[in-house]
């Protein structure tokens, strides 16, 4: 019994903190995301993209972020 309390202690801190810092930074990860989306549409627009090609851009982003 000593034991499992012993492993929770040690455990359990190290995962309190992992799971905070997930739940803190998900906006973040998500603001990055629409950044990285609009900066994708302006690279376009300054390499002469078309709105077709464009969209394909923004799919394939989309589709990786999905993926991971």
């Known amino acids: 019994m000593e034991e499992l309390i012993a492993l929770i202690s040690n455990v359990g801190f190290p995962i309190a903190v992992a799971s905070y810092l997930l739940i803190r ?6 603001d990055l995301q629409a950044s990285i989306s609009s900066l994708a549409v302006m690279i376009g627009k300054q390499n002469e993209a078309t709105v077709q090609q464009v969209g394909e851009l923004l799919e394939v982003i989309q589709y990786n972020e999905k993926s991971k």
Not at 25 to 30: A, G, H, I, T, Y
């Open 25 to 30: 930074l998900e906006p973040v990860v998500k």
